[in-house]
């Protein structure tokens, strides 16, 4: 569940259904084990994840991480901002629920289409 004890911080943000995260990458020790038991699940992606020398450096150094993240039906995030703008955050969903769901950047929301 989004709110363990490396980011506290984000417990908050959601409202009316759980958010859960698979860490994937991420340079702190206390969810080391966590992460290497979800790169086992996710091989390919690790494999991927490992190819790419900038995402395994902003994990060592601490300053970013790479997860899949799950927002169950209901649920909802109010709006936030990360610390830096010296990262990119991709949200790609996997699977689309049915009915409206959409991202809200500053003023602009766009609605998520399965296949797009």
């Known amino acids: 569940l989004v709110g363990s004890a490396h980011d506290a911080g984000d417990r908050k943000l959601a409202e009316g259904g759980d958010w859960r995260e698979l860490i994937l990458l991420n340079g702190?020790?206390?969810v080391a084990a966590q992460m290497s038991r979800n790169r086992?699940?996710?091989?390919?992606?690790?494999?991927?994840?490992?190819s790419i020398p900038a995402a395994c450096d902003i994990a060592v150094r601490g300053i970013g991480e790479s997860t899949f993240s799950a927002l169950h039906g209901g649920a909802h995030l109010l709006p936030h901002c990360g610390s830096t703008n010296a990262?990119?955050?991709a949200h790609l969903p996997l699977e689309v629920p049915e009915g409206t769901c959409s991202i809200?950047?500053?003023?602009?929301?766009?609605?998520?289409?399965?296949?797009?």
């Open 87 to 89: 990262r990119l955050t």
């Open 104 to 116: 809200r950047v500053g003023d602009e929301v766009r609605e998520y289409r399965e296949g797009e």
């Open 28 to 30: 702190d020790a206390e």
């Open 40 to 50: 086992k699940r996710c091989p390919i992606t690790a494999a991927l994840l490992d």
